[in-house]
């Protein structure tokens, strides 16, 4: 089952803490298996589920797990193979910050890195668990340099604050917001806002507001709602900020950070770049591992840091561990942020072809906070279910909701209804809207490349859209996602079929731990008969790794209906209907019917055929499926053959 994936932009630079210099690994992990110390059944337990991983696969997957004893303790023991015993103070004085002994923390860094802004944190955030602010505020100073290091001036303001001197602070957060710095701190910029309306500057607050925040009619309804309590001078008070809560902050706002340079650096980098020249991607996962170090950390300091879970999540659902970022997101039951948790909770699930609970919790979101984002939602998961009609109804709701918000959000709002037309069968409707799309937007917006990319799926307009569907792909830095979305559509088309497997091939090279890149180029291995033993082996590794994916399942079916094993061809796409009602996909019955066919199955695979064209919206092999239901399969079933042998896990 091909993967029907979405342009997305993605990160593309490594971290530039000195904390994360022990990450070169990552990109080219050693062939060493990792041997963790064996003193207790938690050793034993690891020892299996870290078994035949190289270290750095292992440390991702400890990420991955929330083991962050073991991944520290592992970049520990590199660092002092290497005579690096940076990291291992560093661990000890989170683990003594995280059991709030902050004298141990302060003993332990005494000698640390002056460099090093993160520990800097650690030391600083230890004198004020101690009440020591005068010395808090000092080591800030003395680690902060010539003031120029990322966040200074807004931590710097937070002190002063914690220590009762308002106007210093209010000086120190004006230095952060002319800097930039508060663009990316925004839990600490809605301090700086609500200290200026106390100090009865309302109009200075919602100047800078509007400066850090955006034009209010941009503003998502739960911003809305702080700057009305902003613009009525009524702000909820502020409290003081326990160390925890300080540190765990200053982690996770330099992550979430450090994740928006990297998209920022690449873009530039796409721009300067020669028209031939390409760009190099880092490796995905060790960026993951650079992110998850510091956002696992926040969280182990401050459980309650919210910003660190969404920003973790991201991260997860980066690498498509989307259980991993469903559980990172549990935790949170109440709060301000809960109906976005709700939101992206529902996007996990969707991916995750759980359509139902999707659902629920999208419609457990206020009426009042139902915005375009809330719509287009709305209109994928009526779509995953099967409801045109009701995608439709929700896309023109969509439409609505963005008028008037700016040209991002009703662009993005002509997307949906663009996908809700061509389900509904008017495509004539769907192609306008892409055309006019592509015709109005410049190349680098990802919205011209998505409806440039729609374009390109349709036989009559494939030509047409390739060239903004390519100009796209260029723009965003050719990552990724870009590559595996642009490929799975080439790759259906015989003139450009060695193109698309190239980009699906330059994709996995990029994420090739992922189990919907396995999934997207051994797909279409095994589909266009090009290389049936590679691919077989892409879906049984990305089926190990997932088996809970029913389009993994399907995927792999088809495989073995390609190698001729028809008994168990059936087995697995029986299996991946029965985990996909509640998220039907007509091209799961359409290869069920083809194993049914030749297993003389005839009457049951005209059923499942018929079930396809039945079911409504557009199926883009439609002219195959009425040839089936009118003439069957010609030739005879494919030659029954082994499977390959597979090759150890890791290793594809």
């Keep these: 089952m091909r993967l029907r994936a979405v342009l997305f932009a993605t990160t593309t630079i490594l971290l530039g803490s000195s904390l994360m210099a022990p990450m070169a690994w990552a990109s080219a992990p050693p062939a060493t298996e990792r041997t963790p110390e064996a003193d207790s059944s938690a050793a034993i337990a690891r020892e299996r589920a870290y078994a035949g991983l190289s270290l750095g696969d292992a440390i991702r997957q400890a990420l991955i797990d929330d083991d962050l004893d073991f991944a520290f303790k592992s970049i520990a023991a590199l660092g002092r193979a290497g005579g690096d015993t940076s990291t291992t103070h560093y661990y000890t004085g989170v683990r003594a910050f995280s059991q709030q002994n902050y004298q141990d923390v302060t003993d332990a860094l005494r000698d640390s890195d002056k460099d090093d802004m993160l520990t800097a944190g650690l030391v600083t955030w230890a004198y004020v668990g101690q009440g020591k602010l005068d010395q808090a505020i000092n080591a800030w100073e003395v680690y902060g340099g010539d003031g120029s290091r990322p966040f200074f001036n807004a931590y710097r303001a937070l002190l002063a604050e914690q220590n009762g001197q308002a106007n210093a602070a209010l000086g120190y957060y004006a230095q952060a917001q002319k800097a930039g710095e508060l663009h990316f701190v925004r839990d600490l910029s809605k301090r700086y806002v609500t200290l200026l309306v106390q100090a009865g500057r309302t109009s200075d607050a919602l100047k800078a507001h509007d400066e850090i925040f955006g034009e209010p009619k941009g503003l998502d309804p739960l911003e809305t709602q702080f700057r009305e309590q902003i613009a009525a001078g009524k702000p909820h008070p502020l409290t003081l900020m326990l160390p925890q809560v300080s540190l765990g902050s200053l982690m996770s706002n330099y992550a979430s950070a450090m994740m928006l340079v990297r998209i920022f650096q690449a873009n530039q980098q796409q721009k300067d770049a020669e028209p031939d020249e390409v760009v190099e991607k880092p490796d995905a996962d060790a960026l993951f591992v650079g992110d998850a170090l510091l956002l696992r950390t926040a969280l182990k300091i401050d459980p309650s840091n919210q910003s660190a879970r969404f920003s973790l999540s991201e991260a997860l659902a980066e690498i498509d561990e989307d259980k991993a970022a469903l559980e990172t997101l549990a935790p949170i039951t109440t709060g301000d942020r809960l109906d976005e948790v709700r939101r992206e909770k529902a996007v996990l699930y969707l991916s995750l072809e759980d359509a139902s609970s999707a659902a629920e919790l999208l419609n457990q979101i206020p009426q009042s906070l139902r915005d375009r984002r809330w719509w287009d939602l709305h209109a994928s998961i009526r779509g995953a279910q099967g409801d045109f009609k009701g995608a439709f109804d929700s896309a023109l709701k969509s439409a609505a909701a963005a008028r008037g918000t700016g040209e991002w959000d009703e662009d993005l709002a002509r997307l949906t209804l663009m996908r809700a ?227 150890e896990p890791g290793s594809v």
Excluded: C
Aim: hydrophobic share 40%.
């Design 421 to 647: 037309h061509y389900d509904l069968g008017q495509k004539a409707e769907a192609i306008e809207i892409a055309r006019a799309l592509v015709r109005k937007l410049k190349p680098e917006n990802p919205v011209r490349g998505s409806a440039g990319l729609f374009l390109a799926r349709e036989p009559s307009t494939h030509s047409e859209g390739l060239p903004a569907a390519r100009e796209s792909l260029k723009m965003l830095g050719a990552d990724g996602r870009a590559k595996l979305t642009l490929g799975g559509v080439l790759a259906q088309f015989s003139g450009t079929r060695a193109e698309g497997i190239q980009l699906l091939r330059d994709a996995l090279a990029e994420m090739p731990r992922s189990p919907l890149f396995m999934n997207a180029l051994g797909y279409t291995l095994v589909e266009y008969d090009i290389n049936l033993d590679e691919g077989f082996q892409l879906l049984q590794r990305a089926y190990e790794l997932r088996p809970y994916s029913g389009a993994i399942t399907d995927s792999l079916g088809r495989a073995h209906y390609k190698l001729g094993q028809l008994d168990e061809a059936q087995r697995l796409i029986e299996k991946a209907v029965d985990m996909r009602k509640d998220a039907p996909d007509p091209e799961i019955y359409d290869n069920l019917g083809d194993v049914y066919w030749h297993q003389g199955k005839k009457s049951e695979a005209r059923r499942m055929w018929q079930m396809v064209k039945d079911f409504g919206g557009h199926y883009f092999k439609r002219g195959e499926l009425e040839e089936k239901l009118k003439n069957g399969l010609k030739g005879p079933a494919p030659v029954q053959r082994m499977a390959p042998i597979i090759a």
